[in-house]
């Protein structure tokens, strides 16, 4: 099945300090998510691209739909305590007539005050 | 108002219990789905509802009954679950449930069974 690979993993930073994550995929998405989940509650959507090449931003967060359609990174600038949590991403693609959201396996992020 | 409600926030029950998990959405949505997210997963599309009709069931075994009264309202009925099933379940909306719609998500119930 299509999977798409999100990394890194989890990453540990000061405050202030730039991040970078990012997902990747062998498949063809039209769409790209990027959530940001915190523990016990549900995925909150924190930036939406609908077109290959589309760079986004959203306050500190900016994200790109890569021009093969098969990626795409999420930074977060100037990194502060609230930022911690479980960020996302996800594709659409269109598989046997319906659509499907494909997640990846999530960046634990924790900031460092 | 892109909010998705979802009742209980937290749920216990045993292996023999009826329940049922409530979801609901004044966004004017017409699509709307449940997904299951175990601990340190991603969520796991397991329903989708277009225009309250079922459009896609993942495969998921019939101690799971959705059903969605009207184009507000999403229903998970719940019957002799398993304690594998214990796990945090999301409810989420879109406009049609068309390519390149975006899926708002509810806070989730937090299932736990004994």
């Known amino acids: 099945g299509q999977q798409l690979n999100q990394s890194p993993q989890s990453m540990f930073i000061q405050e202030g300090e730039d991040v970078s994550m990012n997902c990747t995929s062998s498949s063809i998405f039209n769409t790209w998510l990027w959530y940001k989940q915190d523990p016990g509650e549900g995925p909150v959507l924190l930036i939406a691209l609908y077109k290959a090449g589309e760079l986004t931003s959203n306050g500190r967060l900016t994200a790109q739909f890569g021009i093969t359609r098969k990626d795409s990174f999420l930074n977060i600038s100037a990194s502060i305590p609230s930022d911690v949590g479980i960020y996302f991403c996800?594709?659409?693609?269109?598989?046997?007539?319906?659509?499907?959201?494909?997640f990846g396996k999530g960046t634990k992020l924790t900031v460092n005050p | 108002d892109t909010e998705v409600t979802q009742t209980p926030k937290h749920l216990v029950m045993g292996m023999t219990n009826k329940k049922s998990l409530k979801c609901e959405q004044h966004m004017g949505h017409r699509a709307m789905y449940w997904y299951k997210q175990k601990a340190k997963k991603p969520p796991e599309l397991m329903f989708v509802y277009s225009y309250e009709k079922l459009s896609i069931n993942e495969s998921v075994p019939s101690r799971f009954s959705p059903e969605c009264p009207n184009s507000s309202l999403l229903n998970l009925h719940l019957h002799a679950l398993q304690p594998e099933d214990s796990a945090l379940y999301l409810c989420?909306?879109?406009?049609?449930?068309?390519?390149?719609?975006?899926?708002?998500f509810g806070p989730g119930t937090r299932l736990l069974v004994l």
């Open positions: 996800a594709g659409r693609l269109t598989q046997g007539g319906s659509e499907k959201l494909v």
């Open positions: 989420a909306s879109s406009q049609e449930g068309r390519p390149g719609e975006t899926q708002y």
